[in-house]
């Protein structure tokens, strides 16, 4: 069965610098499409970043970029110059049939 | 932009009564839809998917009779919950798919909907 882990509950990062969120995931499928997902208070689910497993090139938005390892099956996020915008509740999430299993998240604090 | 709508975003009911959110894609078809349930500080977690015409597909622990999913037309999934009890105090969540030649599927979510049972 897939798998998503988030090892991190809770994060911090200074208003400017930059923060990584981790997630590792279980698979047996070869191609598949991962995902991270923010969620404020309002409880919106927004894309972040979407990754194709078939392509080794690092997805990047903006100021989100990710380091996608799949023989490590590891697909972390990095937030380049916080703002306070981007705290949030945020969410790894596996894709093969469209339907996405999410990891627990990561509760991301931004302070000025 | 595609955008899927979630109603009602409240509701409260009482328990034993049964209650019926809709998940509706404004401006494209989506044969297919899918159901989440979010409990506090917890993650999202699939319950079924709803697909346009035939029987929607149940995740395992997710009892098919309690939460209903209707899928009768390509712009909308209802999902009934009967016999509410407050332990199915939650927050539910849609997301719809629309088809993308280049980029693949693009999964849109709905605003989502709290449902407490008293």
């Known amino acids: 069965a897939q798998t998503v882990t988030q090892s991190q509950p809770e994060m911090s990062v200074q208003e400017a610098e930059t923060v990584t969120l981790s997630c590792t995931y279980d698979t047996s499928e070869s191609d598949y499409y991962l995902f991270w997902y923010k969620q404020p208070p309002s409880r919106q689910m927004i894309l972040v970043i979407r990754?194709?497993?078939?392509?080794?090139q690092n997805a990047t938005e903006n100021r989100f970029s990710v380091n996608f390892q799949k023989a490590a099956k590891s697909f972390s996020l990095k937030i380049s110059d916080s703002q306070l915008g981007d705290a949030a509740m945020y969410f790894c999430a596996y894709s093969v049939t469209d339907k996405l299993i999410f990891g627990t998240g990561t509760r991301l604090q931004v302070f000025p | 932009g595609a955008v899927v709508s979630q109603h009602p975003s409240r509701v409260i009911c009482k328990s034993g009564t049964s209650v019926k959110i809709e998940c509706r894609s404004l401006d494209f078809q989506a044969t297919t839809m899918f159901w989440y349930r979010q409990f506090p500080k917890q993650s999202l977690m699939l319950m079924a998917t709803s697909n346009e015409g035939s029987k929607a597909t149940y995740e395992q622990g997710v009892e098919k009779d309690k939460f209903l999913i209707n899928h009768a037309s390509l712009t909308l999934s209802t999902l009934t919950v009967t016999s509410a009890h407050p332990e199915d105090s939650s927050f539910y969540i849609c997301s719809a798919h629309e088809a993308d030649r280049v980029f693949g599927n693009t999964i849109y979510f709905g605003e989502g909907s709290w449902l407490t049972v008293v």
């Open positions: 990754q194709e497993a078939y392509k080794q």
